[in-house]
């Protein structure tokens, strides 16, 4: 995602770009929500999902809200059911969906700040693998952005 550097958009694709690894082997299901939403919903309710990426072995994608939330609910499912059954070998494919992370992000802007709080969870582990986080970036003279501050809970 091209985004001009002189506004928002360019950080949601500097955040999206930070998770689009090609050596992340973890599934991932991304989710940019508004800024009133509940950041630990995950999945969120789709009203609050501005947009949506998923990556299940295929790289990192934007997609339809609905079917990523679909796809992090089958996840979430998934793992609900194998804590009631006798335990099998993983296929490379369970264990990459085992390390599933579910990221939901929300931007409010200013004309000299932009605020992002992001919330990661591991679908697999929560609530031992979640993790919090408040950026800040500034505008720099040329009126782009740059990352300030970044705080983790």
């Given at each position: 995602m091209k985004a001009d550097p002189n506004s928002a958009a360019f950080v949601t694709a500097r955040i999206v770009a930070r998770y689009a690894n090609p050596s992340r082997v973890a599934h991932l299901y991304l989710?940019?929500?508004?800024?009133?939403?509940?950041?630990?919903?995950?999945?969120?309710?789709?009203?609050?999902a501005i947009m949506a990426w998923l990556d299940e072995d295929n790289g990192l994608a934007e997609s339809p809200i609905s079917e990523v939330i679909a796809h992090c609910e089958n996840t979430i499912a998934a793992f609900r059911d194998r804590a009631n059954t006798p335990q099998a070998k993983?296929?490379?494919?369970e264990r990459r969906r085992q390390m599933a992370r579910g990221v939901s992000f929300s931007i409010r802007a200013t004309d000299d700040l932009i605020t992002v709080e992001l919330f990661s969870r591991s679908l697999a582990?929560?609530?031992?693998?979640?993790?919090?986080?408040t950026e800040s970036w500034r505008r720099a003279a040329d009126g782009g952005w740059y990352s300030a501050a970044i705080g983790r809970d």
């Open positions: 989710f940019q929500i508004t800024p009133d939403a509940d950041l630990t919903l995950l999945p969120p309710q789709a009203d609050a993983l296929s490379a494919h582990f929560a609530p031992r693998g979640d993790r919090r986080v």
